[in-house]
Every structure is written in C-alpha cells, then in structure tokens.
C-alpha cells in the first residue's frame, strides 16, 4: 500500500477523487442515502412499523402499501426504512472495536519486535485460523440473540487482517527518518506509536473497514434471518427475509424486498471499498 | 523453445542437495504441525470458555429446577463443575480427543454419533459446489485477467461483485421460487424424494455415490436434481472471491518479462497460458479453492436452513432453538476443526507448489 498515494488522494479533495474513481463515488453516495434514511426514518415511514393491520395480511404491492404488507399485516416499505438502523448499529460497533484493536495490536507488534511480535502475531493468525462466522453464530446462539452479542462475537473475531496489515505497515516505517525525527524530538512510547505511526497506517485501514463491512452487513443480516438478531417485532432485513421464507412460493415480496435492501446495503460497500483500493493501491486494478 | 528459462518458478530447488531439501520439508511439516495445534487450542479454549458464559446451567439442565441442594451438588460434583478451570479444561480436552462431545440435550443422543449421521451431507453439499465454484471461477477469472479492460472483464466483476454482495440464504430463497416452484426444473427441499428414501441403502452416506453405486438410474437422478440447487447457490458464492483472486494473479504474470518473451518467440494464447502463466498462478488459486471450501463448509449453515438439506449446519440451527448447549458446541468444534485444518494445511501444500511463498 502506498502511503504518498494515500497523501495525494487526500490533498486533491473529493472532486479529484469522483474524477479517478467513479465506483467509490457511487458506493458512497448509496451509503450516504442509506445513512439519512436511518436518520429520517420516523418522517419517511408511511405507516408506523410494528403496527399490525391484521385486516390486510399479506397484502400484494399495491397504492396503500407500496411494497405490501407481511404475515402480520406490517407494512413492508416502513419496515424496510426503520431496518436500516439495527443494521447499522451492529455494523458501527463491529468497526468500532476490531479495527482499533487489530490495529493497536498490530502497531505494537510491529514497533517492538521480538518476544513481544512472536506471540502477538501467534495470536493473530491462530484467531485469523477460526471459523469466524459459525464462532459468531455459536456466542449468540450460547449467550442469547441480541444486537450487541452480535456486535461482540463479529469483533472478537475479525480483527486479524488489521493487526497484520499494521504490523507489516509499522516495521516498513521503523527505520523511516520520519520516525528517527520523531523520537530526537523526545517523541515516545503511546504517543509515537499513536501520534506518528499510526496517521501513516490508517488509509488502508479505511478501505479494509469498508471492505469488511460488507461481509458484516450480511453475516449481521444472516444472523437475523436465523433468529439470532434483535428481538421481534423490531424491523431488521434478515428477520423480515426469515419472515417471508414460509410464505415465499404464494406471497415472494415479503422476503424479496428486504433482500434487495441487504444486496444494495453490501454492495455500496464493496463498491467504496473497490473504488479506494482502486485510488491507494495501483497494484490490484 | 526452452520453458526452463521462462519459468522462474519451476525448477530452482532441484540443484540443491537432497538432504537440505529433506530438512527443509521437515521444518515446514514440523512449523505447521504447530500453528495446527495451536488453531486447534485455541479453538478449544474458545468453546471450552462458551459453555461457562452460558447463561443455561448444565447441572439444572441435569437434575431440574425442583431438585434439593444436596441433589444439586451431587451432579455438579459428578459433571466435575466443582474443580478448579485449568483442570476442567484439561478434562474436556481428554474428552473430546476421545470423540466424547457429550449428550445432546434435545435428542439424548450422543452429539458426536448425531454429527456423524449429519456430516456426510455436508460435505456432499460443500464438494460438489466447491468444484461447481472452482470450474466457473478459474474459467472467469481466466477470461477477465486475459481480457482485461473490456466487456468481458466487465461483465465478470459484475458477476464477482454480486456474489460479494448477495446474502446469500435469500438468493436460495429466490432459486426455489423460480427453478423449483415455478419451472420445476429442480427437485424441492432436501436431499432425496420421499418415495426414494428408504429404498437407498446408505453406506457412505453420500447420496450421489450411495444411489450411483445402487445401480438405480432414477433415484441417482432424483438426488442429481435435490443437490443441484443448493449446490449452485453456494458455487455462486465461491466463484466471486475465485474469479476475482485469478484474474489479479493472471493480470500480475501477464505483464512480466517472461511472458512477453515467450510471446515474442512466437508462442500462442493457449500455449501462454497453459505452460507459462498456469503453473505460476497455480500456487495463488489453489489457495483461494482450498479457503473458499472451508468458507463453504461454514456458509452451508444458511443453505442447509433454506433448503431443509441435513447436515451440519441444519442440526446447528435446530439445537439453537432447542438452546441445545452441547450439540451447538459440538457441531462449531467440528466444522471449526475442518476449517481450522484446511487453513493450515493451505500454507504448507502452497509452499511445496511455489517457492517464492515459503516462509
């Protein structure tokens, strides 16, 4: 990964970076939208979206309900809108743990070196060895389905490529200038390693977070659609697809839509992630 | 035309005396014997450690909540909850090595007999789709690195992109509504018809070999058709990371000097290709399959729920429901143990087939 690469990228703004990459422009401006209707959700919703219209179960599309409505007479479209935010919230908190702990990890590996690297990294690529997603499935099916379990075991288990990307970024830098400078300064300890080391290594931490991501927004939506998501009758995609499998031969919208929604969800990120690696890393066009 | 010189990769160690090679291999075998026993440690301190943040009490589980105190601790001593951890862990180790996964707590029946039963199927269902995925990602990845820039390459980074993207228990949704429900070219659910069910002697437990050995034409067919469909779903979804992988490695090799060199000595396309870029992205892809069977084996937990298919990760999904503590412990240990292998055993047939990637 080249880090001038990442410098020139941030110095020519966004304009530049539409212009090189039109893929990470279009995956981030679906996530933008998706992050608004999160926010907007309550004045976008048609109709509220645990209320039950038993009247009208199973509903086709149609004027009234645009996408129909479920087993429960719930309209499909306002569900779809307040699903955004379990989604979301599991996806954030994953990123909000495994990558500053892959990283830090990796950092310390890397500046330190021996003893401390051999069993830091041992321990990486034995966690990199786990079955991540039947791990994440066994904690929440052990512990109880919930959104924060969820969060948890995605985490506890999805931080090896940061630490390893860290650490091979941290020792490239080790006998930089940038760092002998650093250190004449006085400069050491937590505040070289987070101060200095780390700013250089965060661009392709970025595009690996959007890259996971990806993969989290279907395991997370995956877990849903096995129970193992928030409890009902909260709107979340995977549990609204689980929904319509018992009725997908008769009523398809009930599972289709919320199945679009996981695909678009994903895909913006692969699409960011594409675009970045695509503008920081020449090498994997 | 002399293709020692353009392959870098082919040849090299040959020269060296024996013995070092010997060494060598030693050393390699030995270093991935320990990352082996230590991914598989680790694993077993990993569900070790989820049996006791569990929030169901194994000795209720046992004795019943009505049970007296005295009762109470009488199982708790005889389940051996009453010892210090280590020795605990050391205990459960012991046990497993011994294929003793315990009982389960729904079917009373020993996990580790209940998972044999299942795992045949699985590993039916992951094969055939893995070879479905290598065929159609090594063939895409192929066309896209040979072609890169044009329509082609194009149209297989949709495809890669959508398989990256698509969850992938409502894409089997989508495939029964249309090729089963609505087309009818595929069978249903499950592995076999019921009409056939009890006429195939199991003796492998895999249903394609089991009714082709059978000598029965209809019930083969019969099972063809059950396994295609889920089969294909997960293909699918290993041909994304497949494709993607092989057209990067064939894009690299492409722009190196030995391939310019054969070319300009006049070889053709295919002969390029298959003499001189083969066997030096032979190493990378191999890799991405082997990865790519242990992802599956994993993702089987959501195709196997969709398509009512039993094996490993249907028994999973309905211990979770019956809160079935040791048959979900003992369905991840195993899947993990083969994932965990497959991992480590890719580290060290790469290197015997690339040099440059030894450690």
Redesign the interface.
């Known amino acids: 990964m080249s880090v001038t690469a990442a410098h020139e990228a941030r110095r020519g703004g966004v304009l530049l970076l539409a212009r090189r990459s039109p893929t990470a422009i279009i995956g981030a401006t679906i996530l933008i939208v998706i992050l608004a209707v999160a926010a907007l959700a309550p004045w976008l919703a048609p109709y509220d979206p645990i209320f039950q219209d038993v009247d009208i179960r199973l509903a086709p599309p149609g004027v009234a309900h645009w996408l129909g409505t479920d087993g429960f007479g719930r309209d499909i479209l306002s569900r779809l809108i307040y699903g955004t935010r379990p989604t979301l919230l599991i996806i954030s908190l994953v990123a909000l743990i495994m990558a500053p702990l892959g990283t830090a990890i990796g950092i310390v590996a890397g500046y330190y070196g021996g003893l401390v690297e051999r069993v830091l990294m041992?321990l990486t690529?034995?966690?990199?060895?786990?079955?991540?997603?039947?791990?994440a499935?066994?904690?929440v099916?052990?512990?109880?389905p919930g959104l924060l379990n969820a969060a948890l075991a995605l985490a506890l288990t999805s931080w090896p490529p940061y630490a390893r990307q860290a650490r091979v970024e941290t020792q490239t830098m080790r006998r930089s200038d940038y760092l002998a400078g650093a250190e004449m300064l006085g400069i050491r300890g937590v505040r070289l390693l987070f101060g200095h080391v780390l700013p250089m290594a965060l661009p392709s931490v970025v595009v690996r977070i959007a890259l996971d991501l990806?993969?989290m927004v279907?395991i997370a939506?995956?877990l849903g659609?096995?129970?193992?998501g928030v409890r009902p009758p909260t709107a979340e995609w995977?549990t609204m697809?689980a929904d319509?499998?018992a009725v997908?031969?008769d009523q398809?919208w009930v599972?289709?839509s919320?199945?679009i929604a996981?695909?678009i969800m994903?895909?913006s990120f692969?699409?960011l992630a594409?675009g970045l690696r695509d503008l920081l890393d020449p090498?994997?066009? | 035309m002399t293709d020692a010189t353009a392959t870098p990769a082919g040849t090299a160690p040959s020269r060296r005396p024996t013995r070092r090679r010997e060494v060598r291999l030693l050393g390699r075998l030995a270093n991935w014997l320990v990352s082996l026993l230590i991914g598989l440690a680790g694993l077993l301190l990993v569900t070790f450690s989820f049996t006791h943040i569990s929030s169901v009490d194994p000795v209720i589980r046992v004795v019943g909540d009505k049970a007296s105190e005295a009762t109470y601790q009488a199982a708790r001593h005889q389940l051996g909850l009453d010892r210090p951890l280590p020795e605990q862990f050391v205990l459960y180790v012991g046990r497993i090595l011994h294929a003793d996964l315990g009982t389960s707590w729904s079917t009373g029946q020993p996990v580790a007999s209940d998972l044999a039963r299942a795992f045949p199927a699985t590993f039916e269902l992951a094969t055939v789709a893995i070879v479905i995925g290598a065929v159609l990602g090594v063939g895409l990845g192929l066309i896209a690195g040979l072609w890169p820039g044009g329509w082609r390459d194009s149209v297989v980074r949709v495809i890669s992109l959508l398989g990256y993207s698509v969850p992938i228990f409502w894409l089997g949704l989508l495939a029964l509504l249309l090729f089963y429900a609505r087309l009818h070219w595929f069978g249903g659910p499950g592995r076999q018809d019921v009409a056939y069910e009890f006429t195939t002697t199991r003796e492998t437990g895999l249903l394609l070999l089991d009714t082709w050995l059978s000598g029965d034409a209809s019930a083969f067919r019969d099972a063809l058709s059950h396994i295609a469909l889920p089969a294909l779903v997960l293909g699918f979804y290993a041909t994304a990371g497949i494709s993607r992988l092989t057209r990067t490695a064939v894009l690299e090799e492409l722009g190196k000097e030995y391939v310019v060199t054969a070319r300009a000595k006049g070889a053709s396309q295919a002969r390029v290709v298959l003499t001189h870029i083969f066997p030096n992205v032979r190493a990378t892809v191999i890799t991405v399959i082997a990865l790519s069977y242990a992802v599956l084996l994993e993702g089987a937990v959501f195709t196997e729920t969709v398509f009512a298919w039993p094996g490993i990760g249907r028994y999973l999904t309905i211990s979770m429901f019956a809160a079935d503590v040791p048959a979900i412990l003992g369905g991840t240990l195993l899947i993990g143990v083969c994932f965990i292998i497959l991992n480590t055993l890719t580290d060290l047939i790469v290197g015997g087939l690339d040099p440059r990637l030894r450690p």
Not at chain 1, 225 to 228: I, N, R, S, V, Y
């Open positions: 041992r690529d034995m966690v990199m060895s786990f079955p991540r997603l039947i791990l499935f066994a904690f099916a052990v512990l109880g990806a993969g279907l939506a995956g659609f096995l129970g193992l995977g697809v319509g499998t997908i031969f398809w599972a289709a919320p199945g996981i695909l994903s895909l692969n699409l594409d090498r994997h066009g």
